[in-house]
């Protein structure tokens, strides 16, 4: 059963890089999608963007260009860094898996919350 | 971008009630919907897509509808296992976009 868990610092501080891994566990990355979803307090989920297996991504244009997302497959990891951080910031950040056809999340980590705070 | 508004942000109802969520999207997505059923503490769930597809594992209680614009999810005789936020997400543009999502808690 493929397991998806987020790893990272809780607490950033203001104009710094947020840098969070999600580790896939009981399958490959091959063949899907794998996105970073956020949710910030109080408000609706926000889709980050997106790294394919060969290496190719997409982001949402609201985020500019502070995203930068990575894959590991030695590692069965991907990851996310997001720069110049601002309090706009703090969310429960998701990462999910999007199959290649069907752009809906089928499989979903549990969330890690990040909070941006000097 | 296109917007998502899901209603009620929170709906009251004991076990045994039939609930009504609907998602309204800001243009035309066809039935490029999907819903998503999330607890405090654990991975959001895929319910539903392509408005109605029920995914596998997924109780028939839960049925999705709708097209276009408008679109409904509605839970059958309510179970204590589905008082949890459910999300509406539309993935007719690259730039995918969810609803605030509707608590459903017990009455």
């Known amino acids: ?118 | 971008d296109i917007q998502m508004t899901q209603s009620p942000s929170t709906l009251s109802a004991s076990v045994g009630d039939r609930v009504t969520i609907t998602c309204r999207a800001s243009q035309s997505i066809s039935s490029w919907l999907a819903w998503y059923q999330h607890k405090p503490g654990k991975a959001p769930r895929l319910l539903i897509s392509k408005a109605s597809n029920l995914e596998n594992g997924v109780p028939s209680r839960f049925s999705g509808s709708g097209s276009g614009t408008e679109f409904t999810l509605t839970i059958n005789s309510l179970q204590p296992d589905d008082f949890a936020t459910y999300h509406c997400q539309q993935y007719s543009s690259y730039v995918y976009t969810f609803g605030q999502g509707t608590k459903l808690q017990i009455k």
């Open chain 1, 1 to 118: 059963q493929v397991q998806l868990e987020e790893s990272g610092p809780g607490l950033v501080k203001p104009s710094e890089t947020l840098s969070l891994t999600c580790t896939v566990s009981g399958g490959p990355t091959r063949s899907y999608y794998w996105s970073w979803i956020r949710q910030p307090p109080g408000k609706g989920l926000e889709w980050i963007g997106y790294i394919y297996h060969s290496g190719t991504t997409d982001h949402n244009p609201s985020l500019k260009s502070r995203v930068s997302i990575s894959l590991d497959t030695s590692k069965n990891q991907f990851s996310l860094k997001l720069s110049s951080v601002t309090a706009a910031d703090t969310a429960v950040y998701y990462c999910a898996r999007r199959r290649g056809d069907d752009w809906y999340f089928d499989l979903w980590g549990r969330g890690t919350p990040v909070s941006v705070s000097s």
